[in-house]
């Protein structure tokens, strides 16, 4: 078995993040959806309250995942990407693949299938059929 392989760790991860989301919606209605979140962060027409927990948020992720190393209990990144080039126009792709599905794998996948969206189901399918894809074609056909 891999060593990469840690399910109770990735149960517990996507626990809170179920968590968070529901909390989100609860407390504001609103849906826990990375891209969406940050588009309006940086908007111009969003202010005050409404500007103040997106930022909030967003902040949080790499705080969470600062403490959980600090605390034990997630390890640093491996490595950063061998070839920063690919890593670049995978960035790219994946932003133009939010903009274009109307949201991203947190909004649709989590958020979206939660509330058993269509939109959501065919869209997560799509995303993880890419991310199948990507991996196939790096792997076994360039050899990444």
Known sequence: ????????SAAIG?????LAAALLWLALGRIAGI????????????????????ILFLLGLPL???LAVQLGLAGLPSAPPTNLALAVIGGLLVG???R?????T?????CGLARL?????AATIVFMAGGMASVFVLRHLIGG
């Open 64 to 66: 969470g995942a600062w």
């Open 100 to 104: 274009l599905g109307s949201g991203c």
């Open 35 to 54: 891209s969406g979140i940050l588009g309006q962060a940086i908007g111009a027409a969003t202010s005050g309250a409404e500007r103040l927990w997106r």
């Open 14 to 18: 996507g626990g809170l993040i179920g």
């Open 106 to 110: 947190s909004g649709h996948g989590i």
């Open 117 to 121: 969206s269509p939109r959501s189901l």
């Open 96 to 98: 133009f693949g939010t």
């Open 1 to 8: 078995m891999s060593p990469d392989f840690t399910p109770v």
